[in-house]
């Protein structure tokens, strides 16, 4: 399973593919201004950035909402860096458009997924990654990962070659049980990928392992292993 991280924030981007973990990126404009990125020439060079340091792919989203325009954008958004990907929202246009960018070979991400009608829809149209919005859909008491298992085998009944990116994840068990259904990949913030670091035993043994090495390096004998 491939891990994205979503955000915008060059530290954090950083911080995830210095551990080698780091598969790729997903931004929105909400996480664009969370950052403080404003205008379109600032928005760009942020794209860039991003790209310098990730090897894997960035998606980048559209603000525009009509066919035309989303394809106009796209293209522009494309042309910025080989790593882009453009993210598409799931509307009719967006499908639409979704269906061209296939036709000459450019990425998509569709985005603002809730239901596995809109994920076959997206399939169907060829784009390279939908965003299931597993977060969101369990903030109004829907099970977000039934989501995924049933897209998981849709697309696997018809050999779909769209990946399933579980977004909106939200803390480590997202994680673990996205991984379980078969989502192809998984995109959070940092806090939740880095959790899956933590466990008691994990802090107690090293802490005692310490200890014991101290204890026997001050007796002069080697500890035991």
């Not at 598969?23 to 664009?32: A, E, K, Q």
């Not at 967006?94 to 061209?100: F, L, M, N, Q, S």
């Amino acid at each position: 399973m491939k891990f994205f991280i979503d955000t915008a924030n060059l530290s954090q981007i950083s911080e995830a593919h210095d551990m080698g973990i780091l598969d790729g990126v997903t931004t929105n404009p909400s996480l664009m201004a969370k950052e403080g990125i404003t205008g379109h020439e600032n928005v760009i060079a942020h794209y860039k950035a991003i790209c310098d340091i990730t090897d894997g792919d960035v998606s980048a989203e559209v603000i525009a909402t009509t066919y035309d325009e989303m394809v106009a954008e796209g293209l522009a958004l494309a042309e910025l860096h080989e790593r882009i990907v453009v993210k598409v929202p799931m509307i009719k246009d967006g499908v639409k458009a979704i269906k061209y960018f296939t036709q000459q070979g450019i990425k998509t991400n569709c985005t603002l997924v809730f239901s596995a009608g809109q994920a076959l829809l997206a399939a169907k149209a060829g784009a390279t990654y939908v965003s299931p919005f597993i977060g969101r859909l369990d903030d109004v008491s829907t099970d977000g990962l039934t989501l995924i298992e049933d897209i998981r085998l849709i697309y696997d009944n018809y050999g779909y070659e769209t990946q399933i990116l579980a977004a909106s994840v939200r803390h480590a068990m997202h994680i673990i049980n996205c991984a379980k259904i078969g989502a192809d990949v998984i995109t959070g913030p940092l806090s939740a990928i880095t959790a899956l670091l933590k466990h008691p035993l994990t802090d107690n043994g090293l802490a005692q392992f310490l200890a014991d090495h101290a204890k026997a390096a001050a007796a002069g004998v080697e500890p035991v292993k």
